[in-house]
């Protein structure tokens, strides 16, 4: 059975279908998004400014004449992209610091887990802000900021399971045989606990990416005019009495990403997940 095709059975309602759909969906934008675009998402035209969703700009243009659809498509990839850099880097950085503190034990684990729970004490977003104010306003901050502030969740989560996992009989048996460390961590511990990985960044990516548009809004992550959705809100906020089609594509952008993402890690969790299946 392909990967797709797995994936498509796992749906038990009409809600879980449309979500994976919109999932699928929106990363094939992200992907194809800036070769469809129909007009440079960069482009000043001040004479077309501020034009109501027509014909010719199908949702219309901002304040600098620019065509909301090219860089709604433009910033799906632009978005997208900066949530999966932060996931994939904190799901190293956080993996390796669990696995290495769960193989290790004694006070070596101990100091790891205490800085880790010191660490979760600060809410993340208030520690990315911190963070990006510090490093200067720009996506690569935000990006930066959040990646110091996310890998605490990922640290505590695999140390959990790699314990879990060390416990069971077959790493007893392992052992046993003499398989060296680096072997029992890339053919028992890792595959055993990509499952439960893979929920955890389902649902953290609608999270990671309302953290990414909250700092573009507010002036610390990606900078006008940059095609970011939050960047897009931020610079369409003080036109919403007369461009209220500037806000509203991003906006709607974000709220269908987000959900669609939660649904979609709440369907894997339940299919993925051993304890859910239990229960």
């Not at 934008?29 to 000043?44: H, N, R, S, T």
């Not at 290495?100 to 006070?107: K, L």
């Not at 669609?260 to 299946?277: A, H, I, K, Q, Y």
């Amino acid at each position: 059975m392909s990967v797709f095709a797995k994936l498509w059975s796992y749906p038990k309602t009409n809600i879980e279908r449309v979500a994976l759909v919109l999932v699928l969906a929106i990363i094939l934008l992200a992907i194809i998004g800036p070769f469809i675009a129909p007009f440079d998402p960069l482009k000043i035209a001040f004479r077309s400014k501020l034009q109501a969703p027509s014909l010719a700009h199908w949702l219309g243009t901002d304040g600098s004449g620019r065509d909301v659809l090219s860089r709604l498509l433009h910033g799906a990839q632009l978005t997208l992209s900066a949530t999966m850099l932060v996931l994939v880097v904190v799901v190293a950085i956080g993996c390796a610091i669990g696995i290495f503190s769960a193989f290790v034990g004694g006070a070596v684990d101990n100091m790891l887990m205490r800085l880790t729970d010191i660490w979760l004490g600060f809410p993340p977003l208030i520690l990315a802000l911190g963070f990006a104010s510090a490093l200067g306003a720009s996506l690569s901050a935000a990006i930066w900021a959040l990646i110091f502030s996310w890998w605490p969740n990922y640290a505590r989560l695999s140390r959990m399971v790699t314990s879990d996992i060390l416990s069971q009989k077959f790493i007893a048996s392992a052992d046993a045989l003499g398989v060296p460390t680096h072997r029992k961590v890339f053919h028992y511990v890792i595959p055993n606990a990509l499952d439960v990985l893979v929920v955890q960044v389902a649902l953290d990516v609608s999270a990671v990416m309302l953290a990414i548009s909250g700092l573009s809004f507010i002036g610390v992550g990606a900078q006008i005019p940059a095609p970011e959705w939050g960047a897009m809100i931020a610079d369409g906020r003080s036109y919403v009495a007369n461009g209220w089609w500037i806000v509203l594509a991003p906006g709607l952008a974000i709220f269908l990403t987000a959900v669609s993402f939660n649904v979609v890690g709440d369907m894997l969790r339940r299919e993925l997940d051993p304890t859910s299946r239990r229960r």
